[in-house]
């Protein structure tokens, strides 16, 4: 195995005096700051020290010795041998301290380029010498340091030391027992003359001469200072395992199992307690291993059930932090949902703030880990971590209403819509169960401020979900008025028979005249000849509301219609307003009656009016006697004739029923107008108009008239 180098050193200012491979600028700008004295001036017993921090640029590791140089002129030169390690080859070392074999101080004998300038073989190197020296700390240095690395959170860690060396085999060891992820991540000295950082963040663990700790915590952000406070018994056991491990590598087959576990770890801190855990017996779950044989592995370790919570939530809030999809070998969302639903409950004591504060990030960063997370989770089994972690993660997936959230999350869809009324309007929110539904239409009646446009677009949801069947309860929760939208949505819709609305909705705008009538009222545009169709199936055109809507919404909406109508639609809509015209004395009752007395007539002629559309009109015409009754159009010429000499409409209006006719059928208008002495009359009046140029009839329509 072959790794690079270079030398930094005095000369003309401190710069990169020798290297072995070319380097891109950003990596030769961070090796130019980290091989500079590492304060603002000497400090005794700091005048060598080792660093470690990652080049990611170059995939590279830069682990570094610097040397005081006094024999240079300029106060603060240093020299600084550093070995750039590629990250596979940082990963197959089981023994780090070796390559402190390799560093050497530049002297006057070998040229920089000859000593520096070239690879360096590392296979063969024997044990380090100091890997003997490496009990000289005691277990109590060892455990304060690890627990103040991997035990809280991720702050720097500050080290007072007395020199340098004190704590040098300590370092090296905690480093070369790290999983291959977190050694290739962390960052380190031992002499910080004052506060290190590496593009902003400080170096994760950092020995400090004792007289400059303040001046330093000053510096950084609030770093942990290392105290030695307890016994090692009272530590927890993964602790006292990582610690035995440091001053007796290998004896206990730890550091084995720790990187054997970790393969797919990582590399981050706070994973370190749970690894340790799962390395610390003998016979941790073997990969694969199931998601439920970690964490009782995880839970069987510790003794109290704080204990239990924190090391629960810890690997918790570590999966909410990760980028991957396994973690231990097993899948991130299966694990979490281990831990939320793991019995015993690690009790209902105060779950930590950081894993509820980390669920909407990882909705947001993973919104499809999210939703499976929370598809499955049984929300009856649920322990207190497990209740904080579904909780934050429904609050923040509530906020992004969708359809795809309500199909992956159907059994929370009425808390979702708690959470967030906005659901409700997405027609998937209906698709769920009737006892769902229920349970939906009630938590949006109830939800405090919920604005009619809500309730509007939940209607229109409903609707576009086929829903119907929760008609009678959608009107009686949220009330009459939203049937409007049902109306509405059927007028700007493409259905052409009344039949394609739901019974439901017919039998209730059915008991609800005045909405319909108001609708008419007050619509903007004038309705579809379908609309027509479906409101002439649940209100009587002789109902005292219906002469409240204005004459022009009839015939404007009789004006727009198209061929894609049915006759037999138009039959039905025109026999109504026929019905409401003859109703009235106003010559916009005679235009009605008027605009729809031909296609009324025709559909008689030819026995096609539905039976109901002819009990409409029968009160409102002549009985011609029990032998004369069955002839429906010859009742229906002789009311209008009445209409139009007893009413006193103008008789242009008659005029254009006359011109609306076909040829075959103004014969018969002629006789029945024959029949009456006013009906004479309004003939000949209509023929005077004629003559005058006023209507124009043709001379076959005219004989026709006058039979």
């Not at 905690?174 to 992820?181: D, E, F, G, P």
């Not at 491990?245 to 199992?257: K, T, V």
């Not at 990030?361 to 972690?389: D, M, T």
């Not at 006013?678 to 209507?695: F, I, M, P, T, Y």
């Amino acid at each position: 195995m072959k790794i690079h180098q270079t030398l930094h050193g005095y000369e003309g200012g401190h710069r990169l005096l020798a290297a072995s491979m070319p380097l891109p600028r950003q990596a030769e700008r961070i090796l130019a700051v980290q091989t500079d004295l590492s304060g603002p001036s000497r400090t005794p017993g700091f005048d060598t020290y080792l660093s470690g921090y990652p080049l990611h640029e170059i995939e590279m590791y830069a682990f570094a010795r610097t040397w005081y140089a006094p024999e240079h002129p300029r106060p603060g030169c240093v020299w600084t041998h550093t070995l750039l390690v590629p990250f596979n080859v940082l990963n197959g070392l089981p023994d780090l301290t070796s390559l402190c074999r390799l560093f050497k101080r530049p002297g006057d004998e070998t040229p920089f380029s000859e000593e520096f300038g070239t690879e360096v073989i590392i296979e063969g190197i024997p044990p380090n010498e100091c890997e003997c020296a490496i009990r000289r700390f005691d277990l109590e240095s060892a455990a304060a340091v690890v627990d103040a690395l991997y035990g809280h959170d991720v702050r720097p860690i500050l080290l007072p030391a007395s020199n340098s060396e004190q704590y040098e085999t300590l370092v090296l060891g905690i480093w070369s027992q790290q999983w291959a992820s977190l050694r290739r991540v962390f960052t380190f000295s031992t002499g910080s003359l004052s506060g290190r950082m590496l593009d902003g963040v400080p170096f994760q663990l950092q020995v400090v001469p004792k007289n400059a700790v303040r001046a330093i915590q000053r510096l950084l952000d609030n770093p942990v200072v290392v105290e030695e406070t307890s016994c090692l018994p009272d530590r927890p056991k993964w602790l006292q395992c990582g610690a035995r491990d440091l001053a007796s590598p290998g004896d206990s087959g730890f550091r084995h199992r720790l990187h054997a576990l970790c393969i797919d770890l990582p590399g981050e801190r706070q994973y370190f307690p749970i690894a340790a855990t799962l390395a610390s017996r003998e016979s941790p779950p073997k990969a694969p291993a199931g998601a439920k044989e970690v964490v009782e592995a995880l839970a069987g370790e510790v003794s109290t059930s704080s204990e239990r919570r924190s090391l629960l939530a810890v690997l918790l809030d570590s999966l909410l932090d990760t980028e991957r999809d396994t973690v231990l070998g097993v899948g991130c969302v299966d694990l979490m949902r281990e831990i939320a639903t793991f019995r015993p409950c690690p009790g209902h004591g105060q779950v930590p703030p950081m894993v509820a504060e980390k669920t909407s990030r990882f909705v947001e960063r993973r919104p499809q880990h999210a939703l499976q997370f929370l598809r499955k989770l049984p929300r009856q089994q649920l322990n207190a971590i497990g209740e904080s972690v579904a909780e934050g993660m429904l609050s923040s997936v509530a906020q992004r209403p969708s359809a795809e959230v309500v199909s992956e999350l159907r059994d929370m869809v009425p808390l979702l819509v708690s959470l967030n009324p906005e659901f409700c309007a997405i027609p998937e929110t209906w698709r769920g169960t009737e006892n769902q539904s229920f349970e939906i239409l009630e938590v949006v009646a109830k939800k405090e401020g919920t604005s009619t446009d809500l309730q509007l677009r939940a209607m229109e949801a409903i609707l576009s979900a086929q829903q119907h069947w929760l008609a009678w309860h959608v009107t009686r929760q949220f009330g009459p008025g939203v049937l409007r939208i049902v109306l509405d949505w059927f007028d700007g819709s493409q259905m052409q028979q009344p039949s394609l609305l739901a019974r439901y909705w017919r039998e209730v705008l059915a008991t609800n005249v005045d909405v319909t009538v108001a609708w008419l009222q007050e619509t903007s545009r004038p309705p579809r000849l379908p609309t027509l169709g479906l409101i002439t199936t649940y209100i009587n055109p002789r109902s005292r509301a219906i002469t409240e809507v204005p004459a022009t919404v009839w015939l404007q909406s009789l004006e727009g219609q198209n061929d894609e109508v049915s006759v037999d639609l138009l039959d039905r809509v025109s026999a109504f307003v026929l019905t409401v015209g003859l109703r009235g004395p106003s010559e916009m009752n005679a235009r009605l009656v008027a605009r729809t007395f031909e296609r009324v007539h025709s559909a008689l002629m030819h026995d096609r009016l539905p039976s109901d559309a002819w009990l409409w009109v029968s009160d409102l015409v002549p009985d011609l006697g029990f032998f004369r009754n069955w002839d429906r159009a010859e009742r229906l010429r002789r009311g209008v004739i009445a209409r139009f000499c007893g009413g006193k409409w103008p008789p242009i209006l008659f005029a254009q029923i006359v011109s609306s006719l076909p040829v075959c059928y103004l014969e018969y208008l002629g006789k029945s107008c024959e029949r009456t002495r006013e009906g004479k009359l309004l003939l000949s009046e209509v023929l005077d108009l004629a003559r005058q140029g006023s209507v124009g009839f043709s001379r076959e329509q005219i004989a026709a008239l006058k039979g």
